[in-house]
């Protein structure tokens, strides 16, 4: 979000370089998940933008020196038409040479919404699931793992859940639960990166929170 502006831009920088090239996935092409855009493309060079749906995210900045941005839009969605002003879709994104991040599509979604899964370093970015993690100051630790395990319950990850999700306490949830079993067994993460909320690292703490996820979809909690 654009509280974050400079957090961003100066991980950025430290990362590539003052002005350097930068490509970008958005989970989900919502406001609240763009509003850093602009500051991004002024500062450094976008060399593509990776996103879902038929909304373009350049389009919510009034900067028209940045409608030459629009036509590095790629979309991911493979399941669409060609419509609108989207352009190659892909489901998957070489984010390096030899280093590709997949793109899920996951079952627990409102929007248009994409997971990414880096096979080498063992991360699945979840968007808006799994943002139960909270910290108490702004430099706080922002990690769950063995060092900071916290005393996070299923009702306290079913809380952040249903407030994204408000419709899912009437849902039924069995699909969802075997889903996201069948995803975390198949390709047995070690990091959790939701798109806001503490990153959940380590195997054991991982699964940990996959149960408190699985235990908050169950019907007896609402």
């Known amino acids: 979000m654009a509280v974050h502006r400079d957090l961003v831009l100066d991980g950025l920088a430290e990362r590539i370089g003052e002005g350097g090239e930068v490509s970008v996935f958005f989970t989900r092409p ?6 850093n855009l602009e ?5 450094f060079d976008i060399l593509r933008l990776f996103t879902g749906g038929v909304i373009n995210p350049f389009d919510a900045f009034d900067d028209v020196s940045r409608f030459a941005l629009r036509g590095r839009r790629q979309q991911i969605d493979g399941t669409r038409t060609v419509e609108g002003d989207a352009l190659e879709r892909s489901m998957s994104i070489e984010v390096a040479p030899g280093r590709v991040l997949d793109v899920q599509s996951p079952l627990l979604r409102l929007l248009p919404t994409f997971w990414g899964w880096d096979a080498k370093t063992g991360a699945l970015f979840t968007s808006d699931t799994f943002t139960h993690g909270v910290m108490d100051r702004p430099d706080g630790y922002r990690f769950i793992d063995d060092a900071n395990e916290g005393d996070y319950t299923a009702e306290h990850v079913a809380a952040h859940l249903f407030a994204k999700y408000e419709w899912l306490p009437r849902a039924t949830k069995r699909p969802l639960r075997d889903w996201l079993a069948e995803t975390f067994d198949r390709l047995d993460p070690e990091v959790i990166a939701p798109s806001r909320g503490s990153v959940i690292r380590g195997r054991l703490t991982v699964r940990r929170h996959l149960e408190l996820m699985l235990a908050a979809l169950s019907d007896d909690v609402a």
């Open 30 to 35: 919502e406001m609240d998940c763009v509003s």
């Open 39 to 43: 500051s991004i493309a002024h500062r």
